[in-house]
């Protein structure tokens, strides 16, 4: 017996991989239906959008790139198709370079089958550098910061901002990234303007946002894909977070399999040395 | 006193108006501070071309020299040379750029960050290892939270959601918040003290004191 735990402990690397990307890759060829449970924080960012009346705006800021993708596209999307279904409006600002070709792709990709109208519904501002103090800026001066969008024509002649001379006069604010950008959102957006916050971030970051949702700073987050796979379910749009739920599931089971296994082994061989 | 003294004066002037403008609605102080923080959005704009030419420098010394891996460096070099080139001539907007950005970048970017799922797996399992009573709870709480996450856990038993939605909203927020105010509290007092020229380590450390 105790030959099978010190194999278990020594366990090739190469092993693990295997698992892990069986564990990943089963449930996308052939899905499980698993049963998804929205949570609260997921419920209160959805109706947050969901009660706006047709015509409001919403300032979407984010920072996804290929790296954050994974996590951050899918609530991307969900947010979009659930917006323009709406007949909701969003202006789409970049904080990174990296972020443009995604606002570009998602507004092209579905523009056929909601029929919003470019300039009117929606609207990409020009990538800013900056990081904290563009935030800052956007809060103080947002008018003075875009005077044209990423296409380079007139803001003044668009539709959606009309009646916009300040950030205080959109009427929600989504925050979507995996870094520090929350934290620029609160202190210079939410906080000074009052506005409600809905916020989109990794898995691993909300362990940090969690507090600003309880104390009622933010109105609502979407967590990770399985944030995006709430949204999606809520708003019976689904999309990459529902499919790729499954995967996910059945990957997280896999790696508490192995750290359950990993302890086992681990005890067994130190009560053995004593 | 053009490296110490005149640096150190500026971090005064502009550190105390944009502190200032945040508790005294001043029409002119809130001026100064807007004029101030769009400067610093000019400068991170600069910046980004200051990061090419320091990469430029880098790695061309690296290839002068044929340092350790000078290779990589050619390829850097190329690589950046090439996107420059396309985002230069035929615009970020171009077909050229698109296909860069989207084949080459995006998909080695997710592809690295991909990775992890092989690798944080296999550390897990090696390194979180139950050997005090702090570990133990550190592991159960993470096993909680990652059941409630997916719907496998959900499946598994209907609580696991609520239980989860319990530790983020109850332990974690106190501790995180505790985190947050003294990081807060530390950032003013290290803000302070630039402003009050007392920490010098901006300015390099040839000229900190």
């Known amino acids: 017996m105790a030959g099978l735990f010190r194999k278990l402990d020594k366990m090739d690397d190469r092993i693990l991989y295997v698992l892990i990307g069986l564990s990943v890759l089963l449930p996308l060829i052939k899905p499980m239906q698993l049963p998804l449970s929205p949570s609260s924080m997921s419920v209160d960012a959805f109706e947050a959008v969901d009660s706006m009346p047709a015509g409001s705006r919403i300032f979407l800021i984010t920072e996804i790139g290929p790296t954050l993708s994974a996590e951050l596209l899918p609530q991307l999307v969900a947010i979009h198709r659930h917006a323009m279904s709406k007949g909701l409006r969003i202006i789409y600002t970049p904080t990174s370079p990296v972020s443009s070709p995604f606002l570009v792709d998602i507004v092209d990709d579905w523009q056929q089958e909601y029929s919003y109208e470019y300039g009117k519904d929606v609207v990409i501002l020009p990538f800013r550098a900056g990081d904290e103090s563009l935030v800052v800026q956007i809060g103080q001066n947002f008018r003075g910061l875009y005077d044209e969008d990423y296409y380079e024509d007139d803001l003044e002649g668009m539709e959606i901002m009309q009646g916009i001379s300040d950030i205080g006069d959109v009427d929600l604010v989504i925050s979507l990234g995996g870094g520090e950008l929350y934290r620029w959102v609160v202190r210079h957006i939410q906080a000074p303007k009052k506005l409600p916050t809905i916020i989109g971030c990794t898995a691993v970051m909300t362990t940090f946002v969690v507090p600003f949702y309880s104390s009622g700073q933010f109105v609502g987050i979407i967590s990770g894909l399985g944030g995006s796979a709430d949204y999606e379910f809520l708003a019976n749009l689904p999309g990459a977070g529902v499919s790729g739920m499954d995967a996910q599931s059945l990957g997280h089971v896999v790696l508490l399999i192995l750290i359950l296994l990993g302890n086992i082994s681990g005890l067994v061989l130190r009560r053995e040395s004593v | ?209």
Not at chain 2, 51 to 66: E, R, Y
Not at chain 2, 179 to 201: E, N, P, Q, V
């Open chain 2, 1 to 209: 006193m053009w490296k110490t003294d005149i640096p150190v004066m500026l971090a005064f002037i502009v550190g105390t108006i944009i502190v200032l403008s945040y508790f005294l609605n001043i029409l002119a102080l809130q001026v100064a501070a807007d004029q101030l923080v769009t400067w610093l959005v000019i400068i991170a704009g600069f910046a980004l071309g200051l990061g090419v030419i320091n990469l430029l420098q880098v790695h061309s010394k690296k290839i002068a020299t044929k340092s350790s891996k000078w290779g990589l460096s050619v390829w850097l070099v190329l690589v950046m040379l090439i996107s420059l080139g396309i985002g230069v001539t035929q615009g970020t907007q171009s077909k050229a750029y698109s296909f860069m950005f989207k084949n080459v970048y995006t998909a080695l970017g997710a592809t690295t960050f991909a990775l992890h799922a092989f690798f944080l797996p296999a550390a897990a399992y090696r390194a979180f290892r139950v050997t005090s009573l702090e570990s133990g709870v550190f592991l159960l709480a993470g096993a909680l939270v990652m059941l409630g996450q997916v719907g496998i856990g959900a499946a598994m038993w209907s609580k696991f959601p609520l239980v989860k939605s319990w530790i983020m909203n109850v332990p974690n927020s106190s501790a995180m918040r505790g985190i947050t105010i003294t990081a807060a509290l530390g950032l003013a007092s290290t803000g302070l003290r630039i402003i009050l020229g007392l920490d010098r380590g901006y300015l390099g450390s040839s000229n900190a004191e």
